[in-house]
């Protein structure tokens, strides 16, 4: 079955090359300056597998279709032979370029059916529905922790062994999570990958561009249950909500007083030890 580009009148004879090309006209659509997530392309679902009954060259391994073979290929030789057209970055399969492409695209075809998000990988949407159930099957043996994910749970137990694989080769400290230890490396290189389109500042972690986003759109999504005021991030609704509880959560460890925000407590520790 062919595929059409929703662009132009160009047919493909699969839906992944389908895609690599309309990532193309990103290039050229408007000069280059429309933006990947607001021009919304619509793909079609992928083909069906046809059972072609193909086996790698170098293995006895059976896959369903021409695709299969061409990704099984490259990892069985360790390329990444499937380059983006966008940022140069290649991968080793036609999936793994799919699920990139989307990253340029803004296309989120896995759609949540409890609350309107939407993710680009399916992975993602699993993880996302844990928080609706509830539902954390993997338990650690050391603290009775719970956790979604399998893999989650794997890199927990870390903390308990002291396992840290990834050291930094400028300071020598090591982690055990990976995402930890590419954020303190940005501490050593001040890159910061997380553009904002609507300023010239730049972010080292993906969710301060987020928070800083909501600058700009004025969205609020934190409410207060007690007095309606809304707030753009969860810690600020969360400092707000003290202000109704009167919880103080901040212990002075000279005096009994307690303060409801961090901050407050270093001044007023500055009474006791002298300093300025």
């Known amino acids: 079955m062919p595929y059409q580009c929703c662009r132009c009148d160009m047919t493909f004879s699969d839906y992944e090359r389908r895609i690599l090309h309309m990532v ?3 290039s050229i659509h408007n000069g280059g300056h429309e933006s990947a997530s ?11 597998p046809v059972n072609t009954g193909k086996r790698s060259q170098q293995c ?6 021409n695709n299969d073979l061409l990704s099984h290929l490259s990892t069985d030789t360790d390329k990444k032979v499937y380059q983006c057209t966008q940022c140069n970055k290649a ?3 036609y999936s793994h370029l799919i699920c990139h492409l989307r990253s340029h695209t803004g296309e989120k075809p896995y759609q949540c059916t409890q609350c309107t998000k939407a993710f680009s990988i399916n992975s993602n949407l699993i993880r996302h529905l844990g928080t609706h159930t509830g539902d954390k099957p993997y338990q650690c043996s050391h603290c009775n922790k ?6 989650n749970l794997t890199k927990h137990m870390w903390e308990h062994n002291g396992k840290k ?3 930094c080769s400028h300071c020598g400290n090591a982690y055990s999570f990976k995402c930890t230890f590419i954020m303190h490396m940005r501490s050593h290189t001040n890159e910061k990958p997380h553009q904002c389109n609507y300023c010239d500042k730049a972010f080292s972690l993906k969710s301060n561009l987020k928070y800083h986003l ?21 810690k600020t609704l969360t400092i707000h909500l003290r202000t109704h509880t009167g919880e103080k959560p901040y ?24 300093s300025k």
């Open 38 to 48: 607001k021009q919304k392309l619509k793909f079609p679902q992928p083909p069906a």
């Open 60 to 65: 006895t391994y059976a896959l369903s279709k």
């Open 165 to 167: 694989p990834y050291q």
């Open 91 to 93: 991968f080793p399969g």
């Open 24 to 26: 193309t006209h990103m």
């Open 146 to 151: 719970f956790f979604l994910q399998k893999c």
């Open 214 to 234: 909501r600058t700009h759109s004025g969205e609020k999504p934190y409410h207060c249950s007690d007095c309606g005021k809304s707030f753009s991030l969860k």
């Open 251 to 274: 212990q002075c460890n000279y005096c009994v007083k307690t303060f409801s925000l961090k901050g407050n407590l270093t001044r007023h520790l500055l009474t006791h030890t002298g």
